[in-house]
């Protein structure tokens, strides 16, 4: 048989995808768009943002643990710590996509911002806004965990083992 197509370098090579944030914490939304984009790429590592001027609810080790929890089940799949500017990790991981979760317009508008900034700082480096699933359209970090310190029911917003996190972290919180 005569492949009239042979394979090229380009057909051939990996193409790694980042999905950076804080994760403050992961929610059911954050889950969908890493499923959906280790379906379309080859590898996709989760990039948790460390910021020592950004207060957060959990420690940067909490999140990395829970979204590690999370993906255990996607091969493609790896997380990491950051604490610098997220295309000096697309550099050094030799990544070519960074992915972005859109909501609605004002999601949007940011990111888009965020895009022709990162465009700026590193010209490789190709944005791509992910519009969530319908069901996932008001999920927000902030805002469950305000419903959850509200005493709300959070369990389909966020996975079980967030959810117990999040339990925790109010426990602690109270007997402080």
Same mark, same amino acid.
């Given at each position: 048989m005569?492949?009239?197509?042979?394979?090229?370098?380009y057909?051939?090579?990996?193409?790694?995808?980042?999905?950076?944030g804080?994760?403050?914490?992961?929610?059911?939304?954050?889950?969908?768009?890493?499923?959906?984009?280790?379906?379309?790429?080859?590898?996709?590592?989760?990039?948790?943002?460390?910021?020592?001027?950004?207060?957060?609810?959990?420690?940067?080790?909490?999140?990395?643990?829970?979204?590690?929890?999370?993906?255990?089940?996607?091969?493609?799949? =790896?997380?990491?710590?950051?604490?610098?500017?997220? *295309?000096?990790? @697309?550099?050094?991981?030799?990544? !070519?996509?960074?992915? $972005?979760?859109?909501?609605?317009?004002?999601?949007?508008?940011?990111?888009?911002?965020?895009?022709?900034?990162?465009?700026?700082?590193?010209?490789?480096?190709?944005?791509?806004?992910?519009?969530?699933?319908?069901?996932y359209?008001?999920?927000r970090?902030?805002?469950?965990?305000?419903?959850?310190?509200?005493?709300? =029911?959070?369990?389909?917003?966020?996975?079980?083992? *967030?959810?117990? @996190?999040?339990?925790?972290?109010? !426990?602690?919180?109270? $007997?402080?």
């Open positions: 005569i492949d009239l197509c042979p394979r090229s370098r057909y051939e090579a990996m193409i790694r995808a980042l999905f950076p804080s994760f403050d914490p992961p929610t059911n939304g954050h889950i969908n768009i890493v499923r959906r984009a280790a379906g379309i790429f080859d590898a996709v590592s989760i990039v948790i943002a460390v910021n020592p001027h950004k207060h957060y609810t959990f420690s940067a080790e909490e999140r990395y643990g829970m979204m590690q929890e999370l993906v255990t089940d996607m091969d493609n799949v =790896d997380v990491h710590l950051w604490d610098r500017l997220i *295309v000096e990790f @697309a550099d050094r991981e030799d990544a !070519k996509v960074m992915i $972005r979760g859109v909501r609605a317009l004002d999601d949007f508008e940011y990111e888009f911002e965020l895009s022709m900034l990162n465009k700026g700082l590193n010209p490789r480096v190709e944005t791509i806004l992910m519009p969530t699933d319908p069901q359209f008001v999920l970090s902030s805002a469950i965990k305000e419903l959850a310190r509200l005493g709300g =029911d959070i369990s389909t917003m966020v996975p079980p083992p *967030v959810v117990t @996190a999040i339990e925790r972290k109010l !426990k602690q919180e109270a $007997r402080a």
